[in-house]
């Protein structure tokens, strides 16, 4: 398939808007699918409000009437804004019954969430020396090996939890600035970015080193954002800060990219790649569109167009694009949580 540079605009019929009655960051779909429970979809949204006390809402989404709704009793405070939420991303392997969510901020969390309340499971702290914590910027948890969740702080670190036993792995010095992002890759295999500029992939049958596959090209200039192609191993997505660039890297050839998208207006602050293809990436930004993206098998002499474009009307910051529900990809903006079906 070529890369087509007709863009499609993706109508407000084909959206589902979610208002909240306080700014919005974090979120997350659930990974249950429809065959495994009765339940409607579910999603969790978290404030971004700038002190202490901030929410985190389960909502309950209705396919066949286009209805986004908060579920009575689904609401819990969550100290700080979460920096990211995510439910267990393997609940049927791991026979799960109920969604167990897990957030960031000062701490990482883990919450039971049943039908009629949440429950605190774990609040994990690495931190044995003093009551000060280094706050962590981000996490993923390990869809392969799900007992792991990889988070990364500010204070140059990563750490890798057993969240089944609620102790730390190992936690390595990951960066020479703080770490903005992480991502996994195989069971034992992950990347994370940083404010030093690069991306750097760590497997931990070997902890004492790193590859770094990709540096800013002006030194210093922070990476803040990366996703990591679960259909093709061999790509992953970096965003740098304040640049209207998608940096697209294939880890078998470090430090030249493949691809380099550079049609938002805008800085660029959220990438997700698209669960079931691994030529399909969308990005937001600080121009209020989303756009979806294509990558050619040759990237032509002009650079690489959207293949379709939604307006927000409002400053992008957050994109995930469901798993369980391919065809949704939800995106926050202001106060606002919208699903855009693709």
Not at 117 to 145: G, H, M, Q, R
């Amino acid at each position: 398939m070529e890369n087509s540079s007709q863009e499609s605009h993706l109508r407000s019929e084909n959206s589902v808007t979610y208002d909240s009655s306080y700014p919005i960051y974090a979120m997350a779909f659930s990974s249950f699918t429809s065959s495994l429970t009765n339940r409607r979809r579910r999603l969790a949204v978290g404030s971004f409000i700038e002190e202490f006390n901030n929410r985190v809402d389960i909502l309950s989404f209705d396919e066949d009437t286009l209805t986004l709704k908060p579920v009575p009793n689904l609401s819990f405070e969550h100290p700080y804004p979460p920096t990211k939420l995510m439910f267990h991303p393997n609940p049927s392997a791991s026979l799960k019954t109920n969604d167990i969510l897990a957030s960031s901020g000062d701490y990482l969390r883990l919450w039971d969430v049943t039908d009629t309340c949440i429950e605190p499971l774990f609040t994990l702290s690495n931190n044995k020396t003093s009551e000060y914590c280094a706050p962590l910027t981000s996490f993923d948890w390990n869809e392969v090996e799900p007992r792991r969740i990889g988070t990364s702080s500010i204070d140059t670190t990563c750490t890798i939890w057993d969240v089944e036993k609620g102790v730390v792995e190992t936690q390595l010095i990951a960066h020479d600035k703080e770490v903005y992002d992480i991502a996994w890759g195989e069971a034992g295999v992950f990347a994370s970015v940083s404010a030093d500029g690069s991306v750097r992939i760590f497997d931990l049958r070997d902890k004492e080193h790193s590859t770094i596959i990709y540096e800013s090209p002006k030194p210093d200039t922070p990476l803040l954002r990366l996703a990591w192609n679960k259909q093709d191993l061999r790509y992953m997505a970096t965003i740098l800060m304040d640049s209207n660039k998608i940096v697209i890297l294939d880890i078998r050839s470090p430090a030249m990219p493949v691809a380099e998208l550079e049609r938002h207006q805008a800085s660029v602050n959220a990438i997700a790649w698209a669960p079931q293809s691994c030529r399909h990436i969308c990005s937001g930004g600080d121009d209020g569109q989303a756009l979806i993206w294509e990558l050619p098998t040759v990237a032509g002499p002009n650079g690489i167009d959207p293949m379709s474009v939604y307006s927000a009307g409002a400053e992008i910051n957050q994109i995930q694009w469901s798993a369980a529900q391919r065809d949704w990809i939800a995106i926050t903006f202001s106060n606002k949580l919208q699903l855009l079906k693709v």
